[in-house]
């Protein structure tokens, strides 16, 4: 069975910096997909990034990028000019890739806060 | 706003019931997933369903059951309720289960159930 740690329970950050959330997975699967979803106070679960291990490239939305690294089974959120929005739980996710019958695997979430 | 609905929002009820937690996925997905988010557990993937037929299971006990109906939206049965059944259930969508972008999850606000 797939695991997704986080090891850091809570990260702080001062608004505007840039912060880095750690996330490993342990799978003995080659195609796979990794997420980080975002729940804020309202516990809406909202989608932050997506990344097909087959793609080398690291994904980038806006000011969210991570730092993917298939190898050491790393898969790290960076949020550059942290905004208050930006507070929230995140969540990094592992989803296996063939055939489409399985839900997501989370991790135990990191709760970020933004220093104003 | 995901565009994947769930009702009710907020649901209270007593250890020995029986409730029936409703989702309605994004216009055009066919496949639900559902989810519980607890305290002790985190969130985990209980089961999935695609096109009305059930797709894959989690972390779902046998007092729960679920069903897709053929307008798609999806209904979670919970019986025999007891104190740590209370959580967040999220219900989510995709558009298709098998690969690419289609097979990204879009959650629902969740409804949140306590058993007193």
């Known amino acids: 069975a797939q695991t997704v740690t986080q090891s850091q329970p809570e990260m702080s950050v001062q608004e505007a910096e840039t912060v880095t959330l750690s996330c490993t997975y342990d799978?003995?699967?080659?195609?796979?997909?990794l997420f980080w979803y975002k729940q804020p106070p309202s516990r809406q679960m909202i989608l932050v990034i997506r990344?097909?291990?087959?793609?080398?490239q690291n994904a980038t939305e806006n000011r969210f990028s991570v730092n993917f690294q298939k190898a050491a089974k790393s898969f790290s959120l960076k949020i550059s000019d942290s905004q208050l929005g930006d507070a929230a739980m995140y969540f990094c996710a592992y989803r296996s890739g063939g055939g489409g019958a399985d839900g997501l695997t989370f991790g135990k979430g990191t709760h970020l806060i933004i220093q104003p | 706003d995901s565009g994947v609905t769930q009702t009710p929002k907020h649901l209270i009820t007593a250890t020995g019931q029986r409730v029936t937690l409703r989702c309605s996925p994004r216009s055009g997905d066919l496949s639900v997933y559902w989810y519980q988010q607890s305290l002790d557990q985190g969130l985990q993937f209980l089961i999935q369903y695609y096109n009305g037929e059930e797709r894959a299971k989690g972390n779902i006990l046998e007092r729960f059951s679920a069903q897709q109906f053929p307008d798609l939206h999806s209904e979670l049965n919970l019986s025999s309720l007891e104190l740590g059944d209370s959580a967040l259930y999220f219900c989510?969508?995709?558009?298709?289960?098998?690969?690419?972008?289609?097979?990204?999850?879009?959650f629902g606000p969740g409804t949140r159930l306590t058993v007193l």
């Open positions: 799978t003995s699967e080659s195609d796979y997909y």
């Open positions: 989510a969508s995709s558009v298709d289960p098998s690969g690419g972008h289609t097979d990204t999850q879009y």
């Open positions: 990344q097909e291990a087959y793609k080398q």
